[in-house]
């Protein structure tokens, strides 16, 4: 349970990427015009930009559900057949870097899009 909650996490942290960190480097590495002629071939590109904050809500809401369910005890408990032990450690591990890949997109997103302007 615990990997579909981070494969969640970061499929929708990942949406931010789309909506507003993608087209902001790509614009700020002076490639302004391939993000012009993306947004005219993909014109639902403007429509996710324009609904970024509830895309943010909705991404961070889904982090931190799968944060959530991570801590949970029943999320913590492996079988003590060693052959599903290994099986449990491994995807574990896996859900540990789908989690962190999610908050580390998150956090980065939030940063391009919220707190750098201000900076500027």
């Known amino acids: ?5 981070a494969g969640i996490a970061l499929l929708g942290s990942s949406a931010t990427l ?7 480097l790509l614009v700020a590495l002076g490639f302004g015009a391939s993000v012009a002629g993306a947004f005219a071939a993909l014109p639902q590109l403007a429509l996710i930009g324009e609904h970024k904050g509830i895309i943010f809500t909705v991404a961070g ?4 559900s799968a944060f959530w369910m991570r ?10 057949d060693p052959v599903l032990a290994a099986a449990c450690m491994k995807t574990r ?3 540990t870097i ?19 302007p201000h900076l500027l």
Not at 99 to 107: D, E, G, K, Q
Request: hydrophobic letters at 60%.
């Open 61 to 64: 809401m889904l982090v931190g």
């Open 18 to 24: 789309l909506c507003c960190v993608i087209p902001v």
């Open 1 to 5: 349970m615990s990997k579909a909650w």
């Open 93 to 95: 591990k896996l859900s």
């Open 71 to 80: 801590s949970r005890p029943a999320a913590q408990v492996c079988p003590v």
């Open 98 to 116: 789908f989690l962190c890949t999610a908050t580390l997109i998150y956090v980065g997103a939030l940063f391009f899009v919220y707190a750098l």
